[in-house]
């Protein structure tokens, strides 16, 4: 059985002859389901990955608060399956939500009547508890973000050799699906992974050849990253131990964004097991280098009000306790100002390039 | 003289030479830039393009007002002549606005404080003043977009020839930097080009191969595009006559998006000049399409206090006066309801890319 006869049977077992078998035995229909709230996601210490723990909430039939869910869960798994079964292509999450919204027959109620509050949480509850991801079960989100460096992947569906290296300015665009049923990573030179924040940043460094001349895999997510750069990056650590650097702003949002491709985040606490690189690096910014590099004060800028405040949230946050992060924001709360990553120009247009991170990355002058 | 050669001359004569003559012959010194006030922004009913009129204003040195503005604009034009004479590699806006930031000497006063309010209207003003886009002076937006179809472009700076056929589920990232002199569009077999508005309408469609099934190019700009995405579209209808059909929402949102690659906007009047397509032809959603193809009422959004706004304001629009937009209008306000694109699944998973598209596009039911 290959892994979609695996996920068809699942959803077939999981959500149909379950509740069939209820209705034949006069039980109360219902699904078990791995609950997504907040007090069920934590920080695994041992994994280094924020994850959901084991608490499950039981979805009834003969509920007047869980009908319409109830259904609804069921509704979605048996799309899925079909779309599966017949082998269609991967829709996104729009599509889906029209694919099932109807009037139920005899009544004023829709089906559904919104995709946020009422597909999406279907979709990924169906997702956690499947232990699998929606990409999996035909289904994508928008993605965004660009890659170039030595690296071949075979597109099983369109049978195009994708080469990385030969990308242009523009550099290859990130897709939707990058698993590899879609996306297959058949050869990989580089010996790194360099996620870049800003999209700024990364253009000028793919003008500069910098993954040529450092032989890495130079990324983009954009600022926070979309599901398919994180995933994307995951499956590079994991399948090809490539390790992952980050470079972002000095700011509490940089160190962020460098946290959520680490260990994820607690909103999408269920993705964040897959789509964690633990051993991913921060490159930098950090507030040692604006002295290590003569970092000109006049493009440091005041931190203001907002920043002291997510400053203080990340102190409590479980995997900001490491002493050298704790550290390390002590000493930007002193240090009073942030420093964009862009702002390198200004010691000359290539010192990032030429300077800046060959020096970082031979000294691993990291925090992890 | 090449085009680069001539624009170094030009802000070495407009912005250097003037103003040092001005300073020997004792005249207050000072530079006239076209305006980009909304006042001077019309509609060219013979180019069918929104374009900025022949109003000027004088930026003088000596003057209270002026002076910081004055001197921003030398500073800029001073550093985009830098760059594009040492064959800088591009920069962004944001590396832009740091590597001209700076105090000035004695004073508690800086060159620049805000990139939004200080660097960018500058940057626009030297565009719109030598005729020219940010793009040939050296300077990117980020982009974002994709593209797939018969097409081959040589990247001059990188030597890769991009082959928008071979580019997997993904497609072809549209770069930042579309100009001949970055992008050297070499070879086109497509037919046409589909634009279509939505990124999960895109993404099925390039699933569904649409683009070899009908020869054509795919692009999606992600809902209303950033530059290079409009720039590259005019580009491939005005030096490869390829004819542009817009695929949106039926929403004036929808409507919206496609007068913008159509005409441009008043915002950008300056660039729609460079980016705009006259000739490109609205291919749906349309009201009557809602019939015609017997688009199910199920998916069909009542149309809110916004939208119903939003109508009123496009039907004041000079560029929506055609008897054919005023009667779209007036329909879509006495139908009441919108309808998505990505809705059209609805119908049947392949329903846009095997029934809607190809007998638009067959039966030239456009509006213009």
Redesign the interface.
Same mark, same amino acid.
């Given at each position: 059985m290959n892994e979609r006869e695996k996920l068809v049977k699942e959803l077939e077992d999981y959500f149909g002859k379950k509740v069939l078998d209820d209705f034949k035995n006069e039980r109360n229909p219902s699904i078990e389901l791995i609950m997504r709230t907040l007090g069920n996601a934590y920080y695994n210490e041992k994994k280094r990955l924020i994850m959901l723990g084991n608490k499950k909430e039981k979805r009834t039939f003969l509920s007047l608060g869980q009908a319409k869910k109830f259904m609804q869960t069921l509704l979605i798994a048996s799309q899925l399956k079909k !779309?599966l079964q017949e082998d +269609?292509?991967?829709?996104?999450?729009? +599509?889906l939500? #029209?694919?099932l919204?109807? !009037?139920i027959e005899g009544t004023n109620e !829709?089906t559904f009547d919104e995709q946020r509050k009422e597909t999406d949480p279907v979709v990924e509850d169906i997702e956690v508890t499947l232990d699998t991801l929606r990409e999996k079960l035909g289904l994508?989100a /928008?993605? &965004?973000g660009?890659l170039v460096g030595s690296m071949k /992947?075979y597109?099983r569906?369109?049978d &195009?050799?994708?080469d990385y290296t030969?990308? $242009?300015? $523009? $550099?290859?665009?990130?897709?939707?699906?990058v698993e590899d049923e #879609?996306?297959h990573i058949k050869e990989i030179g580089a010996k790194f992974i360099l996620v870049v924040e800003?999209?700024?940043v990364w +253009?000028?460094l793919n003008?500069?050849k910098f993954w040529k001349n450092n032989n890495c895999l130079l990324m983009t997510g954009?600022g926070q990253s979309a599901r398919a750069p994180r995933r994307l990056l995951a499956r590079l650590n994991r399948e090809f131990k490539l390790p992952v650097y980050v470079f972002t702003d000095l700011d509490p949002w940089g160190y962020y964004i460098h946290s959520v491709y680490k260990q994820g985040s607690i909103n999408l606490a269920y993705f964040s097991e897959k789509a964690g690189v633990p051993d991913a690096k921060f490159l930098g910014l950090t507030t040692k280098d604006i002295e290590k590099y003569d970092i000109?004060k006049? !493009?440091w800028i005041k931190l203001n009000h907002l920043d002291y405040k997510r400053i203080k949230e990340l102190r409590k946050y479980p995997w900001f306790k490491k002493k050298e992060w704790q550290d390390e924001l002590k000493r930007l709360e002193e240090f009073k100002y942030k420093v964009?990553s862009?702002?390198?120009?200004?010691k000359k247009?290539?010192f990032t390039a030429k300077n800046y991170l060959p020096d970082k990355i031979e000294k691993k002058d990291f925090l992890s």
């Open positions: !779309n +269609q292509p991967a829709i996104g999450t729009r +599509q939500f #029209y694919l919204k109807h !009037n !829709n994508f /928008v993605p &965004d660009y /992947v597109d569906k369109t &195009d050799t994708l030969k990308m $242009g300015l $523009g $550099g290859g665009a990130i897709p939707a699906l #879609y996306y800003k999209y700024q +253009q000028l003008q500069e954009k000109p006049k !493009n964009e862009d702002s390198l120009v200004a247009i290539d």
